[in-house]
């Protein structure tokens, strides 16, 4: 009924950036769905239905009632409260002019003098306040529409505003009045409900009519204004903008269903590499058709399309279990709704476990982090005594920081309190306190400022007064006992250091279930751990008091200030340390009749090479992460030197040396550090798949049934390298022995201890040629030497997508899996365009939404 | 209650507390128990058909308080492109397969008893859950680590050395006050405060998710545990504390020499195990524990090893892994003779190393079978104790194989389960153990929500 009277000349609605929509399609019950597919949906609830009627595409409020969420309007108040922007859009038609107070049209608030952003009507005029740090909370003084501009038609009333505070309403398309409303949003409160029809706490009514009501987080441009209203109701346009937002979900399913099954049961023979029966299941492009151009998958038609029936049949996959029917009927459904696909490439390496991006733990810091906060905030060095004291950090799932297993146990406790007792030891407590407050006494006005002032510093953000209160309580503990007031705040200090918000990264966690933008001082937290493995300093905490953070100017400087840093560089060879699990090293004890040169001090001399290598590279030569595979440069002491065959340089330290005449070294792979993961048989099958599982992010299925897994020895006419290529001839064993050992081929003249060899020990000659099959490509690529294959995986995409995924799994401590894939895809292309460096992958990680947001868990609040 | 630990006597240290402080076992009542008991390697199916006539031997004085179950099928907890050894260990006493590299798939058995029968906590004093182990392998924490809590992260600390098992069960902490009542006033201060922020991070109006509040409240837990030792254990047994001795063989990173394996005798292995099983048995009976894990050797575990080996006063081989195999480094460790067996070979060292483990498996039974409590029985015939290992064949070349037949043993949990028995179950591990905990009384049932269950009501009494 509404279409005839409302302009429809355009097609689409503009999507970007929308939090909410309510079209009112619904003809019937109290509730008023969000359509918007953004987020959790924020449903309204109708009281009072005996004063409303409903037609499909409107609600007409007839008398006293109100229309409200069902839960806080947190997914629009946390988005606004990030981008300082907002546009509230309503097809409206007022009842009658004579309606004040405003009257509330839309509404976010809690009661009438409290409200994030309100659209209301005051007689003949509409009327926006909004809250920023310059208005009131109750969001005055307000934005109003020029005096008679509301009349009783359908009217799209659109009211904006940006970052930069400047606020306008647009009537029908036409800017209508405009002011600036300067401030920031940090005060929004996300509690707040949204309401319709009347004030959250009752007494402020509207009567009239809706007919469309939307919520963006951004500021709608003029122009995109008016493509909305010409837009008009037309339910077309609607349609195609739930459309748009609803295939999230679609997305979300192939996700975090379709693609683990695919992998564990299909790109095993169906990759790019295998094809078997020329199908290419791994690839968007290719998975949907075979080469003879039969259709493998059909979008919306399970039962004609081949993947299913053979799936359905048990047909597939072959020779291994089939799917349970669990499975099969995700995979009909993801068919039969349309076969969306998100990413060009499936890794099955990212589906070995269940991993769903719902799980967010509380971050403990790692020891190494405790020590470098500490030193941050009291400037105190307790590296010796926390090393001594604190448990180590247990490596899973190739780092020691991964947030779930970084748990906690009585040593841990006992520790903490003790450190805590000497860090404050170590302090000069009054210098300390004379940093806040040199005229701190033992008052309550003056110790409460000092605690407020120094917990930000502290605990990383803002105390709310409860905890103000439990800290004042031990200083006047102390002075009840005659203690000084230096003695209260040392113990108040250990406190602090013994207090969740020191030894966790405490963020808010709660939520709808979907991705929140951080806070200020969680961004700055996160920057800074990320960054530097350590609490974040007086800058950033200023910046994320002021809000000034979330500006993106802002933000790119502190990263370039915060890369300068050398907490930086200390914070990447750490990574570099984990990354290839260097501390083994130490432990390292190969037979000693077969390696007579082998001692713990070559070892640690091998750790340092791969570690001064990376500083190298990274940093002084400022070179891309890939270049770590083929810089012809390298350090060691005279002893590696002389493992190595290089002439010793003059001294007992680590000496450079230039590699560029020396053809069989050059990268890492030929480095002690990394050859010694083969073991005293310098295994092919161990250094190929930590070249396909590090390097290439790929994998391989476990071995085939019956084929005989006992490792065969080394003998006069029989080289590792003629044992590798006989299992990659065995039909058995071939197809994943073809993917991985090949890789290694380049390395056989480097023993189990990284000494060059150009025979064995039983005298057979040895080789570096192969050929090296990167994982998505169906053909191999030769080489003819050892330097060659470090080319090639230097120059290989493949390698420098590997790296970014590894810093960022490092970065965010986590594992990472296929809802992570589409983030990590941007970060990758992001830091190439920077030059790949390592410097360049860590400003892509903080800006992306891996770290600028957060997953909740929904509060389930009615 | 002074007992023999690997031949050496301790005294006790906090004999008043720790008698106070644990629930009387005096009850008519016994306490609810659960442990899990882990071997690594396994024993290939075809040679548990032997029963106590090959290498089960040394478990058959124990014959009348266990229930053997062979073909317990585990292929679900295999997770392809992983190490199998891993695989089948993360998934022993929880039946899923692994979640990450230090993370179970869901719980194990021993914590849903756990957390369905004491929900709030253990009773003050008493360790939450005990891990200890003698291995050397820890490429991964789910080779040698077998107690999980019901979001799948580890249930505690896994304590290597006999003397940290001793430290986390019986020992002192110090709060730096030396005694001083006005210090001690103040840290309490100090800690009183840190509790207070602890409990809001875990209460209703907590940021946090679900699963960081689990770990808050875990932090929580032990620091009541700390100020309970600190501050609350005041009186020292006279005798002691006297500490385990140091143990002598390798722990930490040099255990596992890049996944190459390590040189060590049966002398060296079986002392230090011994110590360890003393040490943990004698935390279960002065009911200072009741729910946990210990390991004898990980999964897929690398060890060089060399001894005679005696059983029953007559010698059943000579361990010489490197000189048998003829190699050095991961390929001369006794893991290799799995990967050799083969069902028409005699397979004399497989058979002599896993003689050897139920051996050792059998020690730690019997240390729990000494004394019997109120209602006539021993800790061993009143707990759940439930003993499994990574696979039941160890060729790494069929999966379904290697996951299915895997041993369990089980012990009678006060009557609960058949004993005496050498079963065929013929079932799901995860029907197997939800059976096992409901018949604990326990309603969490493990795995898939929307699978279809079967009751393994043969186990039953």
Known sequence: MLVAIVPSQAGDRVHEGLLALYDFRLAKGEMVKDRSGAGQPLDLKIENPKNVRRSEGGLEIRGQTLVRSVKPASKISNAVKRSAAITLEAWVQPDNKKQEGPARIVTISGNSINRNITLGQEEDRYDARFRTTETSNNGLPSLASKPGSLNLKLTHVVFTRNTAGHAKIYLNGKLNSSRSIGGRTARWDPTYRLGLGNELSKGRPWLGTYNLVAVYGRELGADEVRKNFEAGLDGESVQVELAANQRTAKEKFFDEEIVPILSRHCLECHDTATRKGKLDLSKKAKAFALSNGDKAIIPGKSAESLVWEVVESDDMPDER????????????????????????????????????????????????????????VVGVDIEKEARELLPSDIRADGFSNTAYNLKVDLKHIEAYATLAGLIVKKMDVQSFVDRYDKRLNTTDNSMRGFISNMGRDFLRGDLNSSEVAAFRGITTTVTSTGGTLEEGVGLMLEAMLQSPRFIYRVENQRGDGDFWPVSEYELATRM???????????????????????????????????????????????????????????????????????????????????????????????????????????????????????????????????????????????????????????????????????????????????????????????????????????????GCHGKFEPLAYGLEM??????????????????????????????????????????????????????TWKVAQFALGRPLGQPDALALDKIHQESQKGGGTYASVIRAIVKSDLVQKTQTESDNEE | ?????????????????????????????????????????????????????????????????????????????????????????????????????????????????????YPDGLPPGMVPTLIGGTYFRRSRVGRYLHSYKLDGTVAGTMQEKPRDLFDRVFGVVNAGTDGDARKQRLKRSVLDSVVDQYKFYTGANSPLGSASKTRVAEHLERIREYELRAFEMKHRNSEGPKLPPRSKVLHGGQADPGGQGIDITLEELTTEWHLMADLYALSVQMDRVRFGSITFLAAGERIRLVGDYEYDGRKIFEFNDPKQLNASGDQGCSHEWWHKFSEKKKNEQLRAHAHMKMREVAYFLNRLDSDKEANGKSILENSMITISTESG???????????????????????????????????????VYNTMVAAMGVKHQLGPAKRERRHVSSILT
């Open chain 1, 321 to 376: 279990e089939p799917l349970t029917s669990a499975e099969k009927q995700l995979l009909r459904k993801w068919i039969d709704d349309g076969a969306v696909w998100t990413t060009d490439e499936i890794d099955p390496l990212a589906h070995t476990f269940d991993r769903r991006a719902t799980e967010n733990w509380v971050r403990r810091l790692t020891v190494s982090e405790y020590i470098r906060s500490v030193k941050s």
């Open chain 1, 528 to 734: 800074s751990f990320i960054i530097w493995g350590a609490a974040p300093d007086e800058t950033l905490l200023e910046l994320a008091e002021s809000g000034d953070l979330f500006s993106p100017e802002v933000m790119n400087g502190q990263i370039d200030r915060m890369l300068a840093d050398p907490r930086t560089v200390k914070r990447s060879i750490e990574f570099a340390n984990e990354w290839l699990n260097l501390d083994r090293l130490a432990n390292m004890s190969p037979n000693a009749k077969r390696f007579p040169g082998w001692s713990r001090e070559l070892a640690l001399d091998m750790k340092a090479e791969s570690l001064a290598f990376f500083e190298e590279v990274i940093w002084r030569q400022n070179r891309p992460l890939a270049d770590l595979m083929n810089a012809k440069v390298t350090f060691a002491t005279p002893r590696l030197a002389k493992h190595y065959g290089l002439e010793p340089a003059k001294g007992k330290g680590l000496a450079r040396y230039d590699l560029s005449n020396v053809l069989e070294r050059g990268g890492l792979l030929t480095q002690g550090s990394v050859l010694t993961i083969g073991g005293d048989e310098a295994s092919m099958v161990t250094r190929g798949l930590f070249v396909l599982h590090d390097l290439l992010r790929s994998g391989v299925k476990d071995p085939p049934p019956c084929v005989d897994t006992t490792p065969v020895l080394t003998k006069p006419g029989l080289t590792q390298r003629s044992i590798a290529e006989d299992r990659v001839a065995n039909k058995s064993c071939g």
């Open chain 1, 750 to 803: 480097f023993d189990g201890i990284g000494a060059f060899h150009r025979k064995d020990e039983h005298g057979n000659n040895l080789r570096e040629d192969g050929e090296i099959l990167f994982p998505g490509t169906a053909k191999p690529v030769p080489y003819k030497t050892s330097a060659e294959l470090m080319n090639l995986l230097s120059g290989s995409d493949r390698v420098n997508q590997c790296l």
């Open chain 2, 1 to 117: 209650m002074l007992k023999g630990l690997g031949g050496i006597t301790v005294g006790l240290p906090l004999l008043e507390e720790m008698a106070f402080s644990a629930v009387s076992t005096t009850a008519k009542d016994v306490p609810v128990r659960a442990f899990n008991v882990f071997f690594g390697l396994g024993i290939p199916a075809p040679l548990q058909k032997e029963g106590y006539d090959g290498v089960l031997e040394p478990l058959k004085p124990l014959r009348d308080k266990l229930l053997i179950m062979r073909n317990v099928d585990q292929v679900r907890c295999d997770v392809s492109g992983i190490n199998a050894h891993f695989d089948g260990a993360t998934g022993s006493f929880t039946a899923m397969p692994a979640g990450g590299e230090a993370k179970a798939g869901g719980p194990s058995i021993d914590q849903v008893v756990r957390q369905a029968h």
């Open chain 2, 393 to 431: 064949d160890g060729r790494h070349n069929d999966s379904k194989r290697e996951l299915s037949g895997v041993f369990h043993a089980i012990t009678g949990a006060n009557s609960r389960f058949k004993t005496g028995e050498i079963m065929d179950v013929g079932a799901e591990g995860l029907d």
